[in-house]
């Protein structure tokens, strides 16, 4: 099933959808109990009931226990690759197992959905990072991502260099000079373009023409929202300053890897086939309706070497629309606000902490 | 490097020596000092209205008065042996916590009364209470001429994390208290301090509670009984959130499981009635529930306990077999709340481990927790509901009375 | 306890409890006041007021113990000899 709707990611209405995943997520939850000894307890001491009918009554795990604990469906000797998210310093990064065939499959549906997007044909490619972010040890939600992301280019070119993430322009201009007229593909994480890119030619004067360029962005907005700058300033920035308008911000996360959602012409975030995306009130975890904002919970039929198929995050979003958009790509359009607030810590903590 | 309160000049370095060598020759008249400047410290905050919607205030004013602060020192300085008397130490250096807002004046307190001259390092995270004993402090120490001799030999400060810092004021200590936080502890303990002098150190501890279930089924027949039980158990386990380390965390049932039962129902809903009335941050934080859902998954995880009641209930409750290290240090306060039911006081008293510091109690005889104290391997205080967080000078083991006073010994 | 050291605690209440010296009788109860709270924290207002205004010193038991105007009377009649 999976395979033959690969070329089409976007086609099957939600209703239709909705039974398809469901029979999958259901025996997913079976297969990770019998071959996770950590999911199966947890399954077994929190969600006592055990009849599920649709997909908001299966169990979700918390997205920050990767970080606590080694959870896989598969032998240790089957074990092909670990992704490490790159967490807040100072935390315990995420642990993601991948086995061969989870490894190949994230990358065929990682290319369904960005194909999707960007046409078939491997574009040139400029990515809004230094080298070595792909070449230290351990393999990092970033790199994953940046990797990930190339095989969709070609001549693949980055743009900051190793020292000190300053912009290469003489090799920018000799890189658009190359491929004149033609799509050029620009891979990077929102921070980075605004910080190393953007703000970089704004303060040095530095004029380009982007408009050959199809931007690809993601990683989040936490820290441009701290400065205050959300999406619309950040397009309209990048068009005034660039002429650089065709622009997708993508949402994912190691714990799903593979599956992502990407922005369209329309600047809607769509959600593919084999993924899907409920809505929690954060206090009582109940579904919410379209419009209602809560906690995101990703429900995806890829990962089945890890049980990570029913993942509550700790990001805000809501549902915007279901099967509506002009695009005319089906499934629901997500809108993701950020990462929920964190209280301040309190009690008898250290007198010593910075 | 900044002195929030004592005598400055530019260099902060020679303020520190001109403290330790200020001459206590009159020390016989320090103490009654103290005595005086704290009660009036206690008036003052008494005295303004505005302050009543600080308890933690209120309290720290109530244990000042002048009342407790004389039935205290005729307590613990005074010594039970013959010809032997308890004398300053010296130099006390105060390295105090940072969210506990009024415990710096209570290790202060102490030190004065036991006639040290004292350094307290405040930390810069301080709240609004902290600050008001600051200006209480400042405006009694300058506008009082009779209190003014005790900025000679006491000091307030205020730095980031420095070890050089840190180095320089304990190697001028005769006793070091670290409050909080086994990071803190283990980041200031390396840094040495005299020979001579001596340390106390208060690390994470872990707190528990435990309920006879038949002496609690009784008293919910009577309305005001048990919300006064009630009151005492809130007021125990969700100040700070639940971080502190003597709000209790998990809860011992002792009793059959029917009647642990009945009494679970009688309690738990009134609990909550109650933290929604006084606390309801706690059940409106909007990070909060995640936060105890992940707990809860590690430790269901981990087969280590299992939910009782629902994902979303406040308090989330776990029943847990037993209680081993890792299930007291991940706990997360916040209104969650490991339970278990025994029913012979022995395995209450293997239950408790060397971090477990109190344990507040209901139903129980003085001579039931007796046996429970002499048997266990840890636990630093018994004291009833309501009584968890009320400060002492007998503290994780410690009588700070005599942690900061040299016994001497005469003999003719 | 004579009728002025009952007037000086009538007006003790009323000025930490911030009402009429009229509503002090010997129903005042810790916890069941109507028109005011006589809670834990209020409580401890009340016993720094009272020893304030006699200049006596409360042992923990009568502290604990003084749950009502009727046994404040009594307490502080133990500790004020006029």
């Known amino acids: ?354 | 490097m900044k002195i929030l309160l004592g005598k400055k000049s530019s260099d902060w370095q020679k303020d520190v020596v001109q403290l330790r060598q200020a001459s206590l020759s009159v020390s016989s008249n320090i103490m009654p000092l103290a005595i005086e400047f704290l009660n009036a410290l206690s008036q003052e905050i008494f005295k303004n209205p505005e302050y009543k919607k600080y308890p933690d205030l209120i309290s720290l004013a109530f244990w000042l008065r002048k009342a407790n602060l004389l039935a205290l020192v005729k307590q613990h300085l005074v010594t039970s042996a013959p010809n032997t008397y308890l004398r300053p130490r010296g130099l006390v250096l105060h390295f105090t916590p940072s969210n506990v807002d009024t415990m710096f004046l209570y290790s202060w307190a102490i030190g004065l009364l036991t006639g040290n001259q004292n350094i307290l390092r405040l930390s810069n995270r301080r709240g609004r209470v902290a600050e008001i004993l600051l200006e209480l402090c400042d405006y009694l120490l300058k506008n009082a001429s009779e209190y003014a001799s005790i900025l000679n030999y006491n000091m307030f400060v205020e730095y980031e994390h420095n070890e050089h810092v840190t180095a320089y004021l304990s190697q001028h200590c005769d006793v070091r208290v670290i409050w909080g936080g086994d990071t803190s502890v283990q980041a200031i303990r390396h840094v040495p301090i005299p020979a001579h002098a001596v340390e106390a150190v208060f690390a994470n501890r872990f707190s528990l509670c435990m309920i006879k279930a038949d002496a609690l089924v009784e008293v919910s027949q009577q309305d005001n009984r048990l919300s006064a039980i009630i009151e005492g158990f809130v007021n125990d386990a969700f100040w700070f959130d639940q971080q502190g380390c003597s709000s209790p965390r998990a809860i011992i049932w002792f009793g059959d499981e029917a009647t642990v039962l009945q009494a679970q129902n009688y309690f738990w809903p009134a609990v909550r009635q109650l933290v929604e009335e006084r606390f309801p941050d706690l059940l409106t934080t909007l990070s909060y529930p995640v936060q105890r859902f992940t707990f809860l998954a590690k430790v269901a995880a981990e087969n280590k306990g299992r939910l009782l009641g629902k994902i979303d209930d406040f308090p989330l409750r776990i029943e847990a077999q037993s209680l081993d290290a890792g299930l007291r240090s991940e706990h997360p306060g916040l209104g969650c709340f490991y339970e278990m039911r025994i029913d012979s006081l022995t395995s209450v008293a293997s239950l408790l481990q060397r971090k477990d510091q109190t344990l507040t109690s209901f139903g129980f005889s003085q001579s039931e927790l007796n046996d429970i104290a002499m048997q266990a391997c840890g636990i630093d205080r018994i004291v009833p509901f309501g009584k968890a967080l009320a400060f002492s000078p007998l503290w994780d083991g410690y009588n700070l009375f005599h942690t900061m006073s040299r016994l001497v010994v005469v003999e003719s | 306890m004579q009728s002025h050291n009952e007037q000086r605690l009538k007006e003790v209440f009323s000025r930490v409890f911030s009402v009429p010296v009229e509503t002090i009788n010997d129903d005042v109860k810790y916890r069941e006041t109507k028109n005011f709270t006589w809670d834990s924290i209020m409580h401890m207002s009340l016993i720094a007021e009272i020893e304030n205004e006699f200049g006596i010193m409360l042992e923990t038991d009568d502290v604990i113990d003084m749950s009502s105007f009727l046994k404040a009377k009594e307490i502080v009649a133990k500790y004020v000899n006029d």
């Not at chain 1, 993601?96 to 989870?102: G, R």
């Not at chain 1, 972010?133 to 991502?145: I, L, P, Q």
């Open chain 1, 1 to 354: 099933m999976l395979l033959e709707q690969l070329n089409a990611p976007f086609e099957m209405n939600q209703d239709q959808k909705q039974q398809v995943l469901f029979a999958e997520l259901l025996a997913l939850t079976d297969h990770h109990q019998a071959h996770c000894f950590y999911y199966q307890n947890l399954v077994e001491n929190i969600f006592v009931q055990k009849h599920f009918k649709q997909n908001e009554d299966l169990p979700f795990l918390p997205a920050q226990i990767f970080k606590y604990l080694p959870l896989k469906s598969i032998r240790e000797e089957e074990v092909f690759r670990v992704l490490n998210s790159s967490g807040t310093t100072g935390q315990q990064p995420s642990q993601i197992f991948l086995d061969k065939a989870a490894a190949t499959h994230q990358a065929k549906v990682l290319s369904s959905i960005v194909t999707n997007f960007i046409g078939k044909k491997r574009l040139p490619m400029l990515i809004v990072d230094h080298p070595s972010a792909v070449k230290s040890a351990g393999m990092t939600a970033r790199a994953a991502a940046i990797l990930g992301f190339s095989s969709f280019g070609a001549q693949h070119t980055y743009l900051l260099s190793d020292e000190d993430l300053s912009l290469q322009v003489a090799a920018l201009q000799a890189f658009l000079e190359k491929f004149p007229q033609q799509p050029i593909l620009m891979f990077g994480f929102t921070f980075m373009i605004w910080a190393y890119l953007y703000e970089y030619c704004q303060k040095n004067n530095i004029f380009l023409d982007l408009s050959q360029v199809i931007l690809v962005h993601g990683g989040g907005w936490k820290k441009l929202a701290n400065l205050n700058i959300g999406k619309e300033t950040f397009k309209q920035c990048l068009a005034a300053q660039f002429n650089l308008t065709k622009v997708h911000d993508y949402y994912g996360m190691v714990e799903q890897i593979g599956t992502i959602f990407m922005e369209c012409e329309f600047g809607k975030m769509h959600i593919p086939f084999f993924a899907d995306v409920l809505i929690r009130d954060p206090i009582h975890f109940q579904a919410l309706g379209v419009n209602q904002t809560g906690l995101i919970q990703v429900l995806s039929i890829l990962p089945k070497s890890y049980p990570g198929h029913s993942i509550l995050t700790e990001d805000l979003g809501k549902i915007t629309e279901i099967d509506e958009c002009l695009c005319g790509r089906k499934g629901k359009v997500i809108e993701i606000h950020g990462r929920l607030p964190k209280a301040e810590a309190r009690g008898c903590s250290d007198t010593h902490q910075r």
